[in-house]
């Protein structure tokens, strides 16, 4: 058996380093996955709270994904992307048919950083405009147009962002930048950003996008009313809103698309993580008179990989395992054990200061001593987990938690990562 120390070796040598985490040449070397567990090379089983990077939602390896691909892969993998082909329309069909009837025109692309290029692309040319704003804690993808979007973390560029793209203050209510409370506050941050945002852009706002809940950002779950004053900003001002929904959508946060929770439908909606059960795609969906106009426009967006037959396959057995499996009413079930676990350890350990999320998507948030954000008691509970065998994201430098729970866990898959976070909140706290 190949030792993970030797494992590491290889990687030193032939493997690039720039990982979303600090590069490190660290393990652990995964190997396998079923479910919510994963392996590593040395045999050490993980709780994965993470879901990969949070594309295996519905759980490592699903064996009905695994038929769909084997059964594409021997049909037709990939087709040209000038042409349709019979599992993109049926794609694009089924897909329309979970979203409001108005939005019903979709495009796949490969990763959530090609349907945010897209969906922005198809705002520019169907307003004619090219200035675009985001809250301050997004994150819409790593490629260039996106990364401009992309303020909450790995801000570091190796050249000027594109102009045209602002910052609007994010609704983080837990730790107000203006020190307001809400309701009282009646959305100050958003009116305040607004009125900034008009008179930073040339009158050529295009879109504003949003997730609607801002997961990377620290899973900040936005107060009520704040979304629809968004889609009313963008009226105002004949701007379209795009709703990012690579993490929210698909039945995460316990509905089948994030904005339901608020009622707005947007203009633009865009999908992927989860969306091809572990196999890169993506999807942009917009209305007719949107698509129309971007045409007119001379919109052209493709890559040779667009809407392959075997992505589109795979996301259309996804639709299918969300409907068959109730997925929608199981993510509100998972999110509600978890809370319960986390308020029972909230009570116990003084630096959790904040619980917030819906459905399977649950955010911690830790505070020091003082009030302060608790990056370095979150990043020591962190390296316990790992230790541990448990894995979930640290965002915001450390003070907030995020657990992805993936659809196959068990509530006895629960309760154990509760006590190894338990342990590691214990062991922290003595060190930290
Ligand atoms: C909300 C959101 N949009 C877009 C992206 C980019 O997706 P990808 O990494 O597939 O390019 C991410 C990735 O985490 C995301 O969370």
């Known amino acids: 058996m190949t030792t993970e120390h030797e494992w590491l070796e290889r990687a030193r040598r032939w493997c690039f380093r720039a990982r979303l985490e600090s590069p490190h040449w660290d393990g652990p070397v995964f190997e396998r996955g079923e479910g919510t567990l994963l392996w590593d090379v040395e045999g050490k089983e993980y709780l994965d709270l993470n879901a990969g990077q949070i594309c295996g939602v519905l759980g490592h390896s699903d064996p009905r994904i695994a038929e769909a691909i084997a059964t594409a892969a021997r049909t037709l993998v990939h087709a040209s992307s000038n042409f349709y082909n019979t599992a993109e329309i049926e794609l694009a069909e089924r897909l329309g048919m979970t979203l409001p009837s108005s939005l019903h025109r979709a495009f796949f692309g490969l990763s959530g950083s090609d349907a945010t290029e897209a969906a922005m692309g198809i705002a520019k040319a169907a307003t004619g405009r090219y200035e675009i704003a985001s809250p301050h804690v997004s994150f819409h993808g790593f490629s260039e147009q996106p990364r401009a979007l992309s303020f909450a973390i790995w801000g570091e560029r190796h050249s000027p962002p594109a102009p045209g793209n602002f910052a609007l203050m994010a609704p983080y209510c837990f730790r107000c930048p203006i020190r307001h409370t809400y309701p009282e506050c009646e959305l100050a941050c958003l009116d305040g950003s607004l009125e900034v945002l008009d008179t930073e852009t040339g009158g050529s706002l295009a879109a504003i996008i949003t997730e609607p809940l801002p997961s990377a950002g620290g899973v900040i779950v936005p107060p009520e009313g704040w979304l629809a004053r968004v889609r009313d900003a963008c009226r105002e001002r004949d701007a379209l809103l795009i709703l990012d929904e690579s993490q929210t959508g698909l039945a995460k946060l316990g509905t089948m698309w994030g904005f339901e929770h608020d009622g707005v439908a947007p203009d633009i909606v865009t999908v992927s993580k989860h969306f091809g059960g572990g196999i890169p ?3 942009v969906v917009t209305t007719d008179e949107i698509e129309q106009r971007a ?17 589109c396959t795979a996301a259309l057995v996804t639709l299918d395992v969300i409907e068959k499996d109730g997925l929608v009413v199981r993510s509100e079930e998972l999110g509600r054990y978890w809370r319960s676990h986390m308020e029972r350890l909230a009570a116990e350990h003084s630096c959790i200061v904040d619980l917030r999320g819906r459905g399977v998507l649950q955010g911690v948030e830790l505070g020091a001593s003082d009030g302060s954000p608790g990056g370095e008691i ?6 316990h987990c790992l230790d541990a065998g448990l894995l979930f994201s640290v965002r915001r430098a450390g003070s907030v938690f995020r657990f992805t729970i993936p659809f196959s866990t068990t509530e006895q898959q629960l309760d154990a990562a509760a006590e190894i976070l338990d342990s590691a909140l214990v062991q922290a706290a003595a060190t930290v």
């Not at 990989?305 to 075997?310: C, R, V």
């Not at 979150?378 to 390296?383: C, D, I, M, S």
């Open 281 to 283: 795609i993506s999807a």
């Open 295 to 311: 045409i007119e426009q001379g919109f052209v967006y493709a890559h040779s990989h667009s809407a392959d037959p075997l992505a």
């Open 378 to 383: 979150g990043k020591a509970v962190g390296r």
